[in-house]
């Protein structure tokens, strides 16, 4: 039996309009070029003709009983037998008679190929002006930053995959933010990624679009940020409690003057504050990085995940934590016999508050250390997920 070379995975929720245009431009592509191909429709719940569609056509038909686009796609992909996978949505916006330079592309030797909208040229009122003059390429722009990609277009819907890297990049994401999952993982993993001019089309939908601007465009940057998550939290986090550490150090001594302006304890009690943010953000990024070592969300999070536990465990975090609230409470301890020692006399409340605030900040950091080494015990603990896929003729 001939090994098959092409599966075409289309993901579909109720799209009985635009479907059958869909499957026959596949077909009639895979006919044209001689190719030892499949199509696989990726039904995810549709409740109109599209199943029996699909049946009519006699191409494979899989259950995505997990919703969501990733999910379907995901599905649908797990049950190809091709040695390459080309996805694209099934509302005939992406013309599958159009993929060859994609399919090229992983003949000689892309991992992955991604569409790019905007060089391939758009229709007329095939995509909202939001998604075409902003959101997709802000976001684009943000995943070419945090990562060191340079795509031009990372949420073409029309993109195409060697079976062997797709099993490789283990994905995880169900919803509109697997487009971004499966670029950055991808590169992660040093994988050979290339890009290609694909035009889009105005859909032939007789429905809403499942795309949600807002709700979907937060989830892409929510995944951005869980997979790079020293942009937001430990960058300015470590910013934050630097410069308060060291105005902090410089106020504790006595008032600064700069010019005209007086630098008191106004001061220090922000800088205590940015300390203490400081070091909240600095914990969501210890977080948000084992979390993703935990459920295996990121290629190389376990490296890190072995790396923190070899140097830093709840006992060390619990023992620092003793020490700054030690500190801490020796600060207060200096504050009140001063206080006691000069209640009947000369009493400077600015000096008691020099020495009130740092221990208070010090009190604080040594409590939220021991909270945090106790979740991050909690995060250590692991857990498995499965999913079911069932394939129908």
């Not at 003709?49 to 796609?73: C, E, H, T």
């Not at 600095?282 to 977080?287: A, G, K, L, R, T």
């Amino acid at each position: 039996m001939e090994e098959i070379e092409l599966s075409i995975v289309m993901p579909c929720l109720n799209e009985e309009s635009a479907l059958p245009f869909c499957l026959q431009r596949a077909i009639d592509f895979i006919g044209s070029n001689k190719i030892c191909g499949e199509i696989i429709v990726s039904d995810n719940g549709s409740t109109d003709k599209s199943r029996d569609i699909a049946r009519s056509m006699n191409v494979v038909l899989v259950d995505a009983i997990v919703k969501g686009y990733g999910a379907a796609i995901m599905a649908g992909a797990k049950a190809a037998k091709g040695k390459y996978i080309i996805i694209a949505d099934a509302d005939d916006s992406y013309h599958f008679d159009e993929i060859m330079p994609l399919l090229d592309d992983l003949r000689n030797g892309s991992d992955l190929v991604m569409g790019n909208r905007f060089k391939g040229g758009i229709e007329k009122n095939a995509m909202p002006w939001l998604h075409q003059y902003f959101g997709n390429r802000a976001q684009s722009a943000i995943g070419n930053i945090m990562f060191g990609i340079n795509i031009g277009d990372f949420n073409c819907g029309m993109r195409g995959i060697t079976k062997s890297c797709f099993n490789e990049l283990d994905l995880h994401t169900t919803g509109m933010e697997f487009a971004s999952e499966l670029v950055v993982k991808a590169a992660l993993l040093k994988k050979k990624i290339s890009e290609k001019p694909f035009h889009l089309y105005l859909d032939k939908r007789n429905r809403a679009s499942h795309l949600k601007t807002f709700r979907d465009g937060w989830r892409n940057l929510r995944f951005f940020l869980l997979y790079s998550p020293a942009w937001l939290f430990l960058y300015p986090g470590l910013f934050l409690m630097l410069t308060g550490i060291i105005v902090s150090a410089i106020l504790y001594r006595g008032p600064v003057r700069l010019g005209q302006t007086r630098f008191d304890i106004h001061t220090l009690t922000y800088t205590s504050a940015s300390i203490i943010l400081g070091f909240q953000l600095v914990n969501v990024y210890v977080f948000t990085r084992l979390y993703a070592a935990v459920h295996g969300l990121h290629p190389f999070q376990q490296k890190f995940m072995r790396g923190f536990n070899r140097w830093f465990n709840m006992e060390k975090g619990i023992i620092l934590g003793i020490l700054l609230l030690l500190a801490g409470i020796t600060l207060n301890i200096r504050a009140i016999l001063y206080w006691k020692d000069r209640q009947f006399g000369d009493l400077d409340p600015i000096i008691v508050l020099r020495w009130v605030i740092p221990s208070v900040t010090l009190v604080l950091l040594g409590a939220q250390l021991m909270i945090s080494c106790f979740f991050l015990g909690i995060l250590n603990i692991r857990n498995k997920s499965t999913t079911d896929v069932n394939i129908n003729q």
